[in-house]
C-alpha cells in the first residue's frame, strides 16, 4: 500500500501517533500512515466526522475494537491500539508493506499456481483467526488482502460484526455492504441470519479471481452480478484440480453446505497437489501462521491419509443440504420473493443503459444567482461506482483525431486536456443512477485558464446538471445542447493554485438541490431547476474559466472518484 500525501484538512497528529500519509478512504473513515514515538510506521484508521457524534455508533465501535483486539494476528493486520473515546475516534493496525490481490492481478494478470495457493491458504488462515474470534468480516474481497512479504494478510474489519445474532439487514441502514461481486446469495435477503459461511463464499470469490483474473459470477452490471449469484453456477474455467473443487464447494448457494474456513484451511494444508505443497515448502511463514490458526481453533476433521483428493473434490449437489435433525437429505432454495427483491432494488439504482458515448459541445450562457437556504441531507449510502482513475476501469482514455484534446492517465491521474475548444468530456460509466446521489471526486487544475467539469444527470442530447470548479469559485448550473448556465457562484475562501495538491470536491444531490463541500468543509446549496433534464450518467471534464485570458493549452486532473446512492431513512 503506497501512501498518499496528506491534504490540507488532514490530521496532522493523533493521541501519540503522528500521521504521515494517506492509504486509502471507505465507508468509515480514512487510513493513514503514521508513526509511534518510537519510530515504528502503523496504520490508523480514523472514524469519519458524520459517525463521531453518535452513541450507537461508538458503541458498536467499541464493541469491535475489543473484539478485533482478540483476533490472533495469523495473516491478519494486528490490531495495536484504539481509542473509540476521541473525539475522531480511531483504530491503530499493523502497516503492512505489499500491493493489494486486486493491485497484482490487475498489472500482471491471473497468479501462478503456487502463488494461487498460497493465497487459498493465508486467506483461509486469516478467517480461521477472525472467524475464532467471533468476528464476520463481511466485506472480504481482492482489496483487502496484501500480498506482504512471508505470508499473504488480510485487512479491514471495518463492518465486520459480531457473529452472535448477527442479522444482515441488508435493506436497512447497511443496505448493500461490501461488494457485490463477492456477496454470498444469503446476504442479498431481507431479515436473513448472516453467518461466517458468507466469508467463505467470498473466499470462494477471491481465489477465482486471482486463479483466473476475473469474478466467478461476473456481469456487466452489479444488478447482472447479482442475477448470476443467485441463479447460476459459478464460471470457474482456468482453475483445476482440488482447489476447483474446493472453490466450487465454498460458492455453494446454499450457506449450511459450505465448509468452514477451517476446514477449508485443512484441507488446502493436506492437499497432496504440487502447488500446495510448494507454496507450504517455500514460505516458512505462511506454514507457520497455518499450523498456529490451526492449533487455536481446535482440531477439526481431515480428510483420511489414504483418500485426501476424495474428500477435498467431494462437491454435493448444488441444490441439496444436510437436515441435522433427521439426517436426511432435503433441498433448499434462496426464495423467489427475496431474489425478486433484491434484483429490482439493485436494478433500480444501478441498472445500466446503453447510451453513446459523450462528445464535446461548445458552452455559453449568462449567471442567475438566487438567494437559497441551506437544506439538511442524509449521510451518504451504498457505493454505486468508484474508480482510483489511476488507469482505464470505468474511465477511459481518448485523443481527438488533432491530437490537441485528450483524455490520458498520467502520474496515477486522469488527466483532461483542451485546445482550441471551450469543452471537453471523457467517455466513463453508463450505470443508470438515482437521482438522489453523492459524489466525491479528487480534483486539481493544471493550469490557470482551467476549470474541472462534473456533469451528472447527464443524458445526451439533453445535457445535465454541470458544477465547474474554477480557481476562485464553483459555479453550479446546467449544460445543454450548446448553452452552459448557471444557478448559484459559491465563491471559494482559498483559491485552487494551478499545479498545486489535489482538492475533494463533494456533491450531495437531494431533491432539486445539491450541496457543494471543498475538502469535507460545505460552501453551500444551489438550485437544480431545469425540468427537462432527465439523464443518470455521472461525467468528468474540462471547461475553460472565462474569468481567465485564454493562453493555450488548458488541462485539469482528476483522481479517486467514489458515487453513492440515497441514504437509507
Not at 496484501?146 to 444482515?168: E, N, Q, S, Y
Request: charged letters at 20%; aromatic letters at 4%.
Amino acid at each position: 500500500m503506497r501512501p498518499e500525501p496528506l491534504r490540507p484538512r488532514d490530521p496532522v497528529r493523533l493521541g501519540s501517533y503522528e500521521l504521515v500519509g494517506r492509504l486509502g478512504e471507505g465507508g468509515m473513515g480514512t487510513v493513514y500512515l503514521a508513526r509511534t514515538p518510537a519510530g515504528q510506521q502503523v496504520a490508523v484508521k480514523v472514524v469519519r466526522d458524520d459517525l463521531a457524534p453518535d452513541d450507537e455508533f461508538r458503541r458498536r465501535f467499541r464493541s469491535e475494537v475489543a473484539r478485533a483486539r482478540q483476533v490472533p494476528p495469523f495473516c491478519t493486520a494486528e490490531v495495536i491500539d484504539a481509542d473509540p473515546d476521541a473525539e475522531h475516534p480511531y483504530l491503530v493496525v499493523e502497516y503492512v508493506e505489499g500491493p493489494t490481490l486486486q493491485q497484482v492481478v490487475d498489472e500482471k494478470g491471473p497468479l501462478t499456481a503456487a502463488n494461487l495457493h498460497s493465497v487459498a491458504i493465508g486467506v483461509a488462515t486469516a478467517l480461521t483467526a477472525i472467524h475464532g474470534a467471533g468476528i464476520i468480516h463481511r466485506d472480504l474481497k481482492p482489496r483487502n488482502v496484501l500480498l506482504a512479504p512471508g505470508t499473504p494478510k488480510v485487512i479491514d474489519f471495518g463492518i465486520a460484526r459480531d457473529i452472535d445474532g448477527a442479522h444482515t439487514a441488508n435493506t436497512s441502514p447497511e443496505f448493500m455492504m461490501g461488494t457485490v461481486a463477492y456477496m454470498a446469495p444469503e446476504r442479498f435477503g431481507d431479515d436473513v441470519a448472516l453467518t461466517a459461511a458468507a466469508d467463505v463464499f467470498a473466499w470462494g470469490g477471491v481465489v477465482a479471481y486471482a486463479g483466473t483474473g476475473r469474478t466467478p459470477f461476473g456481469g456487466d452490471s452489479p444488478p447482472a452480478t447479482a442475477g448470476r449469484i443467485l441463479t447460476q453456477e459459478p464460471d470457474l474455467s482456468g482453475l483445476s484440480g482440488p482447489l476447483r473443487d474446493l472453490v466450487a464447494r465454498a460458492l455453494h448457494k446454499n450457506p449450511a453446505e459450505r465448509p468452514s474456513a477451517r476446514e477449508l484451511l485443512d484441507l488446502l494444508v493436506s492437499s497432496p497437489s504440487r502447488p500446495a505443497a510448494s507454496a507450504l515448502e517455500g514460505q516458512p511463514d505462511l506454514r507457520a501462521a497455518a499450523n498456529q490458526a490451526q492449533s487455536v481453533t481446535g482440531l477439526m476433521p481431515g480428510p483420511a491419509p489414504a483418500e485426501p483428493t476424495v474428500a477435498l473434490s467431494a462437491v454435493p449437489g448444488m441444490s441439496e443440504a444436510v437436515d441435522d435433525d433427521h439426517g436426511r437429505r432435503r433441498r433448499w432454495f434462496l426464495p423467489a420473493s427475496i431474489a425478486m427483491l433484491v434484483l429490482a432494488v439493485i436494478a433500480g439504482t444501478m441498472m445500466l443503459v446503453f447510451d453513446p458515448r459523450s462528445e464535446p459541445v461548445a458552452g455559453s450562457g449568462t449567471p442567475e444567482p438566487p438567494v437559497v437556504s441551506s437544506s439538511a441531507t442524509p449521510p451518504p449510502g451504498p457505493v454505486l461506482i468508484s474508480d482510483d482513475l489511476d488507469k482505464q476501469r470505468l474511465w477511459l482514455a481518448k485523443t481527438e483525431p488533432d491530437g490537441f484534446s485528450s483524455c490520458a492517465f498520467t502520474e496515477g491521474e486522469l488527466r483532461v486536456r483542451i485546445q482550441s475548444r471551450s469543452l471537453y468530456k471523457c467517455r466513463g460509466p453508463q450505470d443508470t443512477l438515482p437521482d438522489d446521489l453523492s459524489i466525491d471526486v479528487g480534483v486539481r487544475l493544471l493550469t490557470d485558464n482551467a476549470c474541472a467539469a462534473i456533469w451528472f444527470h447527464f443524458k445526451l442530447p439533453r445535457g445535465g446538471h454541470l458544477v465547474r470548479v474554477c480557481q476562485n469559485n464553483v459555479f453550479v448550473g446546467a449544460h445543454q445542447g450548446s448553452d452552459v448556465t448557471v444557478s448559484r457562484t459559491l465563491p471559494l475562501d482559498h483559491p485552487i493554485l494551478a499545479g498545486g495538491p489535489a482538492t475533494r470536491i463533494g456533491l450531495r444531490v437531494v431533491g432539486d438541490t445539491v450541496t457543494v463541500t471543498r475538502n469535507g468543509v460545505t460552501l453551500g446549496d444551489a438550485p437544480l431547476g431545469a425540468a427537462e433534464i432527465s439523464g443518470s450518467r455521472v461525467l468528468l471534464g474540462i471547461i475553460l474559466d472565462r474569468d481567465v485570458p485564454e493562453a493555450g493549452a488548458a488541462e485539469v486532473a482528476f483522481d479517486q472518484i467514489e458515487v453513492r446512492g440515497p441514504s437509507a431513512r
